[in-house]
């Protein structure tokens, strides 16, 4: 059953993380699969060996990503 709760900012950020190399399309590809996965199906949709590659993967990749958004976004508002 896919998850009636699209994720839209998990598929931004993960989204982000490819285009700027956090994860890398060819290296990446199964962990890219599963933040797919995660972001259509939920975390729980996950079998524990896609779980731990997540965890190990993406969670740093979109981390790295959502770090970045937030500088930019306390930059724009508080100026250079």
């Known amino acids: ?9 998990l598929y931004e950020l993960l ?7 956090e994860l890398d399309e060819e290296e990446d590809r199964a962990a890219i699969g599963v933040a797919r996965q ?9 079998s524990p060996k896609q779980k731990t590659l997540y965890d190990a993967k993406v969670i740093p990749a979109i981390k790295e990503v959502a ?3 937030e500088k930019n976004e306390m930059l724009n508002r508080h100026g250079d």
């Open 38 to 46: 995660v972001i259509d199906m939920g975390y729980y949709s996950l």
């Open 15 to 21: 989204e982000e993380a490819v285009a700027s190399g």
């Open 1 to 9: 059953m896919a998850n009636t709760d699209y994720d839209v900012e």
């Open 67 to 69: 770090a970045e958004w």
